[in-house]
């Protein structure tokens, strides 16, 4: 069940996390950063989380994430990635991948 929901609800928004730093720009240095910045605060987000945090806190932990490592810069940016992290279940296109 995990693994399903990983790939219906995850995937998809932190995809649109991606797209939403940058990741749909058209300069490659731009999809660049805005990798570095998702992976970056993915990993940050682990460290919000505890063996008891639901799937859902999640995207929490991201957009605290953001809040420690850049002041919140993005949040606007955010907000609907982290709806879609508890809401969304869509599969992504594979033709999206060739972008990078």
Excluded: C
Excluded at 76 to 82: F, Q, S, Y
């Amino acid at each position: 069940m995990f693994f399903k929901e990983l790939t219906e609800r995850a995937g998809p928004a932190l995809w649109d996390m991606y797209l939403a730093l940058g990741g749909d720009s058209k300069k490659k240095e731009e999809r660049g950063m805005a990798r570095e910045r998702s992976i970056t605060l993915l990993l940050e987000s682990y460290f919000f989380l505890n063996p008891l945090s639901k799937f859902t806190d999640g995207a929490d932990a991201i957009i605290t994430a953001n809040t420690h490592l850049f002041a919140g810069k993005d949040d606007v940016l955010l907000l609907p990635m982290h709806s879609g992290f508890l809401t969304q279940k869509r599969k992504i296109s594979s033709k999206v991948y060739n972008k990078l």
